[in-house]
């Protein structure tokens, strides 16, 4: 995982840095625009009002929630994202914090209608993600959705696929979901794939 120093770095440049990956539909954020847009519609269609996002970054899909009315709680390891954020939602509850290490404690009664992440759990190794899903999970309101947008595959198989092709580009510090073997944590959850190496995983409140 990246250190804070090195988030802040990229903060200033990281929409920047994003576009040019989606606009020439390369790993690793191809389809970056069509993974928030969904989590975007399946947000505004569940109804939520209370909504936590981990790992908001600058703000780009937790503004337009912001700006839609929902009560906005984010969690995110940079200062200099949370900065950036702060400007674009300045009533939200911004927490800067190592999810890394689970949610900030101050969470730990709250619950809410949704939680979204995106682009950011795939800096966590697999049993950072399952350690912070289940904790995800446990802070969902009855009927309550975990929404994940991210660089993701439906199996092993897409994966080194999407590895092979990107060359020296892939970054393997970086763990990306493999949705058959996350399943195996979470029976309940769903998969759409957006493009060759992002999708949304939803995860329901059981």
Request: charged share 25%; glycine share 6%.
């Amino acid at each position: 995982m990246l250190t804070e120093r090195e988030f802040d770095l990229w903060a200033d440049r990281y929409d920047k840095s994003v576009a040019l990956s989606e606009s020439e539909n390369a790993y690793p954020f191809a389809g970056y625009k069509n993974v928030l847009n969904a989590v975007y519609r399946a947000v505004r269609e569940s109804g939520a009002r209370r909504v936590l996002d981990v790992g908001f970054g600058t703000g780009v899909l937790t503004q337009r929630l912001y700006l839609d009315g929902c009560m906005i709680c984010g969690v995110d390891f940079s200062q200099e994202m949370l900065q950036i954020a702060r400007t674009k939602m300045p009533q939200a509850e911004l927490l800067q914090w190592d999810f890394s290490k689970g949610l900030p404690p101050a969470l730990n009664t709250r619950s809410f209608d949704v939680i979204v992440s995106t682009y950011a759990i795939h800096h966590l190794n697999d049993g950072e993600k399952e350690a912070l899903l289940t904790q995800l999970c446990a802070r969902l309101a009855p009927g309550g959705k975990v929404l994940l947008g991210d660089i993701a595959f439906q199996d092993r198989a897409a994966l080194e696929c999407c590895r092979a092709q990107s060359g020296a580009d892939w970054d393997d510090e970086e763990s990306y979901m493999v949705f058959e073997e996350l399943k195996q944590a979470f029976p309940a959850a769903a998969f759409t794939p957006i493009s060759h190496c992002a999708g949304v995983v939803v995860i329901p409140k059981e």
